[in-house]
């Protein structure tokens, strides 16, 4: 089964940035090809549901993202290595969360968590004030 692997959490002080980074295996170890794939990413807050970050198409020209990280987050994407990225800057302690990325076979973006296919495993950003 194929799967995500996130990478790049970890414990930063308000205002802070972080890069987390999210790479693909296929269902025998190799690689995943994400050329063809819209990517997201997703956070899920302490005692809190899991919630929409950002999102990118397939050749990277349109991305989406919530409101509450608008201007502060940026999400890309290097198909050459297979790789998805979500910059984040001026980081609150209300960004601390789980956070995973998902991808989805279908053409176009979305901010629905239940229209990805494949997820990652997550991993913890936590913010302190």
């Known amino acids: 089964q194929a799967q995500l692997v996130e990478s790049g959490g970890g414990l930063v002080q308000a205002g802070g940035s972080l890069r987390l980074s999210c790479t693909g295996l296929?269902?025998?170890?190799?690689?995943?090809?994400?050329?063809?794939?819209?990517l997201g990413w997703f956070r899920q807050p302490p005692g809190k549901e899991r919630e929409f970050v950002a999102a990118?198409?397939?050749?990277?020209?349109?991305?989406t993202y919530a409101d509450s990280v608008k201007g502060r987050f940026t999400i890309s994407r290097d198909n050459a290595k297979n790789t998805n990225y979500l910059q984040m800057s001026s980081l609150q302690p209300e960004d601390t969360a789980v956070y995973s990325c998902a991808a989805r076979t279908g053409l176009d973006i979305t901010t629905t968590a239940g229209l990805y296919d494949i997820w990652g495993q997550g991993t913890q950003v936590t913010v302190s004030s």
């Open positions: 990118i198409s397939r050749n990277g020209a349109r991305t």
């Open positions: 296929g269902p025998t170890g190799g690689t995943l090809n994400f050329h063809n794939m819209a």
